[in-house]
């Protein structure tokens, strides 16, 4: 990753008021070119995941992004759920938006291990973050700590923009250009493997295996479902 290129911060600084809003008006959340018919966007992942865990089922959200729409909405559904991110003004606006869930968000960052306790939670959700994060941290660091705050039996929701290298493109939601660090499946999924991760597969036209979708800037993304082994 080079050092000249900004992935993240102060991007997320900047633009934190208005990520909230396209992040809760789904503005980029829509889904074409999808690999699963079921697959047309954010709204289905959640609808799968509530599919694979009850209420009451504790889990994080890591990388929750500003105003950290999704962990209020399993919250709202009865979850006990968290969620962390590297950008202080994402968190704020979190607590500004959604003040019932104020203490459970907070800043961390993903690139260095989590201060959370092995298999302490049923799930983890981390979507389009490690595009924000050096491959050298996410293998090695992001990826294993994600398992390892997994249960016997947890289930991990992952979603990462596709392909080798980084990529920069205008988008037009913020008037701006982004750079993001691609990564292949090939990858992705060795770490997980080691870690004691397996794909849960697609059943009866429910979500499941590697699943591919465009999105509106547009970008290639894999989002896939795994549950820790034991």
Same mark, same amino acid.
């Given at each position: 990753?080079?050092?000249? =290129?900004?992935?993240?911060?102060?991007?997320? @600084?900047?633009?934190?008021?208005?990520?909230?809003?396209?992040?809760?008006?789904? +503005? *980029?959340?829509?889904y074409?070119?999808?690999?699963?018919?079921?697959?047309?966007?954010?709204?289905? /992942?959640?609808? @799968?995941? =509530?599919?694979? #865990?009850?209420?009451?089922?504790?889990?994080?959200?890591a990388?929750?992004?500003?105003?950290?729409?999704?962990?209020?909405?399993?919250?709202?559904?009865?979850?006990? =759920?968290?969620?962390?991110?590297?950008?202080?003004?994402? +968190?704020?606006e979190?607590?500004?938006?959604?003040?019932?869930?104020?203490?459970?968000?907070?800043?961390?960052? #993903?690139? *260095?291990? #989590?201060?959370?306790?092995?298999?302490s939670?049923?799930?983890?959700?981390?979507?389009?973050?490690? *595009?924000? +994060?050096?491959?050298?941290?996410? /293998?090695g +660091?992001?990826?294993p700590?994600? &398992?390892?705050? /997994?249960?016997?039996?947890?289930?991990? *929701?992952?979603?990462?923009? =596709?392909?080798?290298?980084? &990529?920069?493109?205008?988008?037009?939601?913020?008037? &701006?250009? @982004?750079?993001?660090?691609?990564?292949?499946?090939e990858?992705?999924?060795?770490?997980?493997?080691?870690?004691?991760?397996?794909?849960?597969?697609?059943?009866?036209? @429910?979500?499941?295996?590697?699943?591919?979708?465009?999105?509106?800037k547009?970008m290639?993304?894999?989002?896939?479902?795994?549950?820790?082994?034991?």
């Amino acid at each position: 990753m080079g050092s000249n =290129v900004d992935f993240s911060e102060s991007f997320y @600084r900047d633009h934190a008021a208005r990520y909230a809003e396209v992040s809760h008006n789904y +503005i *980029q959340s829509v889904y074409v070119n999808s690999s699963h018919p079921a697959l047309k966007g954010d709204k289905d /992942l959640l609808d @799968r995941m =509530v599919g694979l #865990l009850p209420p009451g089922s504790r889990g994080l959200d890591a990388g929750c992004g500003s105003g950290a729409r999704d962990v209020f909405l399993y919250w709202q559904k009865g979850y006990d =759920v968290y969620g962390v991110d590297a950008v202080d003004e994402n +968190i704020q606006e979190a607590r500004r938006l959604h003040p019932e869930i104020a203490d459970r968000v907070t800043v961390a960052d #993903l690139s *260095q291990p #989590l201060d959370h306790p092995t298999a302490s939670m049923d799930f983890v959700l981390c979507n389009a973050v490690i *595009q924000h +994060i050096a491959p050298e941290k996410t /293998l090695g +660091i992001t990826i294993p700590e994600l &398992a390892r705050l /997994l249960r016997s039996g947890g289930v991990l *929701q992952f979603m990462f923009k =596709v392909g080798s290298g980084v &990529a920069t493109v205008f988008d037009r939601d913020y008037g &701006a250009e @982004r750079s993001f660090q691609l990564y292949t499946v090939e990858e992705v999924l060795g770490v997980l493997e080691t870690h004691g991760m397996a794909l849960i597969p697609e059943e009866e036209g @429910r979500l499941g295996g590697i699943m591919r979708f465009t999105d509106p800037k547009p970008m290639e993304h894999v989002v896939l479902l795994a549950r820790k082994a034991g």
